[in-house]
Nanobody, 129 residues
Framework: QVQLVESGGGLVQPGGSLRLSCTAS????????IGWFRRAPGKEREGVSC????????YYADSVKGRFTISRDNAENTVYLQMNSLKPEDTAVYYC??????????????????????WGQGTQVTVSS
């Protein structure tokens, strides 16, 4: 079965950390650029961070720059999002997506509603004291 599965979400206090995982089954993740997107209640989908499969270039939204780190482990067929110094405004459902054809990872992340080959089901991240 071809799918992306996110894990690692949960409840964390402000200033805390979480690491999200996005694992592919049925296809090779390294054939795709991978992005993390989030959707908070009442807000539009936001591209958080994306990583290329061509040159490992990365993009981060200004809201997470310096706090989040995206990485990929091709042997594990997994992409990670390390989230540090979490804030209440980071609360959202986080989704990963795979995109085969893209111009730049910035384009992939900013064009949140452009075609993505695969989406995961999402994992909830709640930052609250």
């Amino acid at each position: 079965q071809v799918q992306l599965v996110e894990s690692g979400g949960g409840l964390v206090q402000p200033g805390g950390s979480l690491r999200l995982s996005c694992t592919a089954s049925g296809f090779t993740l390294n054939d795709y650029a991978i992005g993390w997107f989030r959707r908070a209640p009442g807000k539009e989908r936001e591209g958080v961070s994306c990583i290329s499969n061509r040159d490992s270039s990365t993009y981060y939204a200004d809201s997470v720059k310096g706090r989040f780190t995206i990485s990929r482990d091709n042997a594990e067929n997994t992409v990670y999002l390390q989230m540090n110094s979490l804030k209440p405004e980071d609360t959202a459902v986080y989704y990963c997506a795979a995109q085969a054809a893209f111009h730049t990872v910035q384009n992939m992340c900013v064009m949140t509603y452009s075609f993505k080959n695969y989406w995961g089901q999402g994992t909830q991240v709640t930052v609250s004291s």
